[in-house]
């Protein structure tokens, strides 16, 4: 039988879009944010049978909300964390783009990091390492992994064997579904960016 993985991406949350909030102490989602996550809890199928969550509040915030709807317990999951953005963390995009560092991050994902930071690589590692424990679990049927842009990109770059740098090319938003299907072959891509209907 094959097993679904749903990797979510965190509620929309005040500094969206403005700020690099990354592992950032406290941001929380806000309305707009926690109806998505509402509407999202509505629409996955079939039912899931485990509910992980990256350490971030916003992203804790919004597995509960799907938890909820399914009466399941929320388990966190560290290797789901946000990129580790080092200097980077808690500044504006504005300020950011006068930064070459910035510039060269965007533009080489595969061979740079952010300054003291995680670089993609890494973080690809962390995330696949566990999606393939998740597939190895013959007792998981169904799992929706709360997580963040990044991490989701990570994984179906690995998984459409694409390249780092290619990242751009994969449009994440916020509460949104991208779909794994596991099987006896391995992991496959079945949605990527699925936005719920307001």
Known sequence: MAKIIHLV???HHPLLGR???GRMKGM???GLGCEEMARCAATVAPRPTLVQSSPQRRCMQSACILAARFALPVEIVPALDELDYGEWTGRSFEDLASDPR???WNARRSTSRPPS???MRSLQKRVVDHLERLRGDRNIEVVIAVTH???IRAALLRYSHMR???FLSIEIDPGSIS???VDNRGISITGINRRVPA
């Open 9 to 11: 991406r965190h509620g």
């Open 19 to 21: 700020t690099l909030c």
């Open 28 to 30: 929380e989602l806000d």
């Open 102 to 104: 910035w510039s060269r």
């Open 117 to 119: 930071g995680e670089s």
């Open 149 to 151: 842009a990044e991490p």
């Open 164 to 166: 780092l740098d290619d």
């Open 179 to 181: 779909t794994l299907r």
